[in-house]
């Protein structure tokens, strides 16, 4: 089976830096993606990786590390916009599903 | 940029009623999903279909679920016998390869009473 934990909520300030963690079991990882989320909308994607590092795009970074079981995903420049639930989805070997954590939800604060 | 459709975008049922929820994926994906958000939750996997069948499904999807791929575009989940605690965000997904990343439609917010 698969269990994935992110914290809950954070708060931040318009212009900070925030990094959000998401710890992973997996019986056969194959990819962690990273979705945002705002309030009554679909997922939408921000981030794959699937080799230990960091992957960056723009304002929004994301690092994973295969051996810790654990990922985390950087945004930078924050801005009101980014105020969204940020949800850390695991994918297992030889299936083609993703499994989401329960999301962490960020308010950005002027 | 292309995109998953879905609708409607809010049906309201009686319990016990059947609903069709119905998806148009990106046309060249070969990868098709449900997935269903109930209200403050996380986003839970109901079943995913490739090549004309069913590839994996939830333990929520029981016996009152069923899915269909009946032309060559649409996509659509049925619920036979609704229930209350069915109420829930229902998201389509499609992807074009096994380990690419998922699009998501806008969702269908069904409300069971």
């Known amino acids: 089976g698969q269990n994935i934990d992110q914290p809950t909520e954070m708060t931040a300030t318009e212009g900070a830096i925030v990094q959000i963690n998401c710890t992973y079991q997996t019986s056969g990882f194959n990819g962690l993606f990273w979705y945002q989320q705002h309030a009554g909308e679909a997922p939408t994607f921000l981030s794959y990786?699937?080799?230990?590092g960091l992957e960056e795009k723009g304002r929004f970074s994301s690092f994973l590390s295969r051996s810790k079981g654990y990922s985390y995903l950087l945004l930078k420049e924050l801005q009101m916009k980014d105020s969204a639930s940020y949800l850390c989805a695991v994918r297992d070997r030889n299936t083609d599903k993703l499994i989401f954590g329960t999301g962490t939800r960020l308010q950005v604060f002027p | 940029e292309p995109e998953v459709t879905q609708t409607p975008s809010h049906q309201v049922t009686q319990m016990g009623q059947e609903v069709i929820l119905r998806c148009v994926p990106i046309?060249?994906?070969?990868?098709f999903y449900w997935y269903r958000q109930i209200l403050g939750q996380k986003v839970e996997f109901l079943v995913s279909?490739?090549?004309?069948?069913?590839?994996?499904k939830s333990e929520i999807f029981d016996d009152q679920f069923s899915v269909e791929r009946p032309d060559g575009s649409n996509f659509t989940l049925k619920i036979r016998s609704t229930k209350l605690e069915d109420s829930a965000m229902y998201f389509c997904a499609s992807g074009r390869g096994m380990d690419e990343k998922l699009f998501f439609g806008s969702g269908t917010q069904l409300s069971v009473l």
């Open positions: 046309s060249n994906h070969l990868y």
């Open positions: 990786n699937v080799l230990d």
């Open positions: 279909f490739y090549n004309n069948e069913i590839s994996e």
